[in-house]
């Protein structure tokens, strides 16, 4: 997959900005997309995740403007949008890009922070609909837009909880906190493990090239289908067992965080069979975090791998979040003696995998088990080798 270099699409955003609006942006934002290398929908249920914000990642140059107007330009969709801060816009089904720019003003604005007009060119690349969060950088990216230009002095996490607001409440989709969490929290070649309870969450240095290996991120070539009402199928599914667990044990359980293995086990007779593997999938996970993340701090990527094997299979068999085609990109992967693990990441239904890789051997990788996954399923896929970034921050030009 060729890409512009980042400093070429850095000037080519400072161009666009100088040509559209007759001045230099203020500022200019870069806030990354992200790798979930395991924790999969964890976050909604208090869990545990470990991801990282990855070497893609939208870019956002902005400067105030003199009247109440927010001007926006789009360099991937190469189309204008404005509207006023007194009557923002519900829809706008020319420029759907632009949903996720009038839901953070308008949460921004309702949650108390006094917003003007303002000029922006936006520039993403990391691939939409794949599992890599791109909605996301894009809200943490605009979150750190207002923030910088009118002073509004959020922290990360406050900036982090507006960005999923504005997806939960404007945009319509229920996700959880990881996803902009990592956007805006990430750090520099490590994962942050986040308790998506309290948000205390600490960095943990990946060490993986310094071992010999690689994340790789391949795109499978299957498209996100049903994603969303699936997603938010998930969510009911999960909240139907604490609901049941709790008249079960007699006492309130407010998700399930509060629930361990031994307690599920005792209750799998009285519990409908789909519920419970769908719990059975949220426990065991928050498990497999917490030894991952030991694993990794042992360094023990052999561990490290099993684990995520063991994710990619609770996501296939309990929580049905896999494809035909993914698992089999994923089982072609494990069974190369190069890779250590290999699973689906994301909220599942297509999108990427997420395989570590004796670096030696990637070129294997894509020469042997690619070929093959393309001839088998006849997708077309994309590789690459991604590098752990830190979340947020500002550009200097
Ligand atoms: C999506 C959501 C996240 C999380 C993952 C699944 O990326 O945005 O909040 O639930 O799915 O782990």
């Not at 289908?225 to 609901?243: F, Q």
């Amino acid at each position: 997959m060729m890409q512009a270099s980042y400093e070429r699409r850095i000037n080519n955003l400072q161009e666009t900005f100088l040509e559209k609006y007759g001045v230099q942006p203020k500022v200019i934002v870069r806030a990354p997309g992200r790798v979930n290398l395991i924790g999969e929908h964890t976050d909604y249920n208090e869990g545990f995740v470990f991801p990282a914000a990855i070497d893609r990642e939208m870019i956002i140059a902005a400067a105030p403007s003199d009247d109440e107007i927010v001007s926006a330009y789009s360099l991937d969709y190469h189309e204008d949008v404005s509207f006023s801060t007194d009557e923002i816009p519900n829809n706008d089904d020319k420029h759907h890009w632009s949903a996720y720019l009038r839901g953070v003003v308008d949460v921004v604005t309702k949650n108390g922070g006094n917003i003007g007009g303002l000029n922006l060119v936006t520039s993403g690349n990391v691939p939409q609909g794949a599992g890599l969060s791109s909605s996301a950088s894009f809200e943490v990216g605009l979150v750190t837009v207002l923030d910088a230009l009118f002073s509004l002095n959020l922290s990360k996490k406050e900036l982090a909880l507006l960005a999923q607001k504005a997806e939960n409440e404007f945009v319509g989709v229920q996700c959880g906190i990881m996803d902009q969490f990592v956007s805006a929290l990430g750090e520099e070649d490590s994962a942050i493990q986040i308790d998506c309870r309290s948000l205390e969450y600490r960095a943990v240095p990946l060490n993986l090239e310094k071992n010999g290996y690689s994340i790789v991120i391949t795109h499978s070539g299957v498209h996100r289908g049903l994603v969303d009402s699936e997603y938010n199928a998930r969510r009911n599914e999960c909240l139907e067992g604490v609901r049941l667990l709790s008249q079960l044990r007699g006492a309130h359980l407010s998700s399930l965080r509060d629930v361990s293995l031994v307690d599920l086990s005792q209750h799998k007779e009285s519990l409908p069979e789909r519920i419970y593997r769908r719990c059975l999938h949220v426990v065991s996970e928050n498990q497999r975090v917490l030894d991952a993340v030991a694993a990794l701090e042992n360094g023990d990527i052999q561990r490290f791998g099993y684990l995520m094997n063991e994710s990619h299979e609770s996501m296939k068999t309990n929580y049905e979040i896999s494809t035909p085609e993914i698992d089999v990109l994923v089982k072609l992967t494990q069974a190369l003696p190069a890779t250590s693990g290999s699973r689906l990441t994301g909220a599942g239904f297509g999108g990427c995998t997420v395989s570590i890789i004796r670096s030696s051997e990637v070129d294997n990788y894509k020469n042997i088990v690619i070929p093959r996954y393309e001839k088998e399923t006849g997708n077309q896929t994309s590789v690459y080798v991604c590098s752990a970034k830190k979340g947020a921050s500002f550009v200097t030009p």
